[in-house]
């Protein structure tokens, strides 16, 4: 079974812009979650879908958004990127919604902001 | 929200020794606490992980335990190997209202000694 993908995994954009990034969860998985990890921060939940739908989202902006389509895959926008923005973002997959159930991370999109 | 403790950040063994790690966590909520292994440049991967039903959970050279009352659990690894050299993270799951997310402490940078 194929894991988690994210594309692209290396991004580069200048303050200003934006980008979005792609998520495809494990074959089956209908549940797709959203990190941001920083060497200060460390991993920070983003959102999580399920079935189309946010269930989740934890404390960033509003200039980070995302949304899922009906066969799962997940899409992360960033607009109006900052410096403090750079960061590796990770999306995780797993079979259910909620706690409890065993997430599988993708590799990550680096992202670099200048 | 949650707030997830995790110490030490840095621990470094002998090959051979036992490598301990300790969380504490705020929502005593929370029911499900995961552990990650991170190697340098892949993604976090699931190790172990363990429900508040349960005080303890083992899996060959890796245990986990939790105290609830305490709010605190620990992942114990046993005849560390080099291979065990990474950076760990643990995490609960919190279940209060309206918010349902995957906080992670801050990491333990292990380094076994050979």
């Known amino acids: 079974k194929a894991g988690v993908t994210q594309t692209p995994r290396y991004l580069i954009k200048t303050r200003g812009q934006q980008v979005t990034l792609s998520c495809s969860p494990i074959?089956?998985?209908?549940?797709v979650s959203w990190y941001q990890q920083t060497p200060g921060q460390g991993l920070q939940f983003l959102f999580e879908y399920f079935s189309e739908t946010q269930r989740n989202k934890g404390n960033f902006p509003g200039r980070f958004s995302g949304r899922q389509f009906s066969n799962s895959r997940s899409e992360m926008n960033v607009s109006t990127l900052e410096l403090g923005d750079s960061a590796l973002y990770l999306c995780a997959s797993s079979l259910k919604a909620g706690g409890g159930n065993e997430q599988f991370f993708g590799p990550g999109t680096r992202l670099t902001v200048l | 929200g949650e707030n997830v403790e995790q110490h030490p950040s840095t621990l470094s063994v002998q090959e051979g020794d036992s490598a301990v790690i300790k969380c504490t966590y705020s929502d005593s909520a929370s029911n499900y606490f995961p552990w990650y292994k991170q190697e340098l440049g892949k993604r976090p991967q699931l190790i172990i992980d363990i429900r508040s039903n349960v005080g303890e959970k083992k899996d060959q050279r890796i245990a986990v335990t939790l105290n609830k009352t305490a709010k605190h659990f620990s992942l114990h690894i046993t005849e560390t190997q080099p291979e065990d050299s990474a950076v760990y993270f643990c995490a609960a799951w919190e279940m209060d209202t309206g918010r349902r997310a995957l906080t992670f402490g801050s990491g333990t940078r292990l380094q076994v000694q050979p």
């Open positions: 074959s089956g998985h209908r549940s």
